[in-house]
């Protein structure tokens, strides 16, 4: 059931006037359903050098537009895995050392 709601974040960059890049964040909630990752999948990650912590299940695959990052209780998350089953779509989300945070800021585990 699908009764979490999650941010998927979508990115745009653009240069400014110093030739830099910016990047805009655009944060877009749905409702979606949250797994714990099992233990054969988590030591098999593991040992790919991955460290997933959530499942998050959307009904419709629709709404998933490749974004690499999600905000699940306002902690930051990047994609790792997707997989697509009928209708609904499996992202697969683990948590960096060093992250950007909802707000835009760098924080350290």
């Known amino acids: 059931m699908q009764n979490d709601v999650i941010s998927l974040v979508s990115k745009t ?3 400014d006037a110093y030739g830099d890049t910016v990047i805009t964040r655009v944060p877009r909630e749905v409702f979606a359903e949250v797994r714990s990752i099992g233990m054969k999948e988590k030591y098999e990650a593991l040992q790919a050098g991955l460290n997933p912590e959530y499942t998050f299940v ?3 695959y629709y709404e998933y537009e490749d974004e690499d990052e999600v905000i699940y209780q306002n902690k930051p ?3 790792i895995r997707t997989y697509r089953s009928g209708q609904t779509i499996e992202i697969v ?5 060093s992250e950007v945070t909802s ?3 760098t924080e350290s585990n």
């Open 93 to 97: 989300v683990t948590r960096d050392a």
């Open 77 to 79: 998350y990047r994609v």
């Open 58 to 60: 959307l009904a419709d």
């Open 13 to 15: 960059y653009m240069l």
């Open 103 to 105: 707000d835009g800021s």
